[in-house]
């Protein structure tokens, strides 16, 4: 049976337990959140290896379509230059 519980809520990390051995408890406490935070730190670095080729994905369309935008504009001037020349 287990004699303590660790509950997460908002912010806050709680110890639910007995008195006795309190010590122990608070390690094993400092343990699990460290550990935690370590698991949470691997997964954002796996994470962002798979960010960076989306972003350069994006920016890479982003030029494509300045570069079409830019042709369109070319196009309207092309236009106007013909109807008022």
Known sequence: MWDRKLAVIGEKV????????????????KNMIEQTNKYIDEYNLEAEKTRVPVTAIAQQRGRRQISEEKVRVQEIEKLLRRKFS
Request: hydrophobic share 40%; glycine share 0%.
């Open 14 to 29: 709680r110890l639910i337990t007995t008195p006795d051995e309190i010590e122990e408890k608070l390690d094993w406490v």
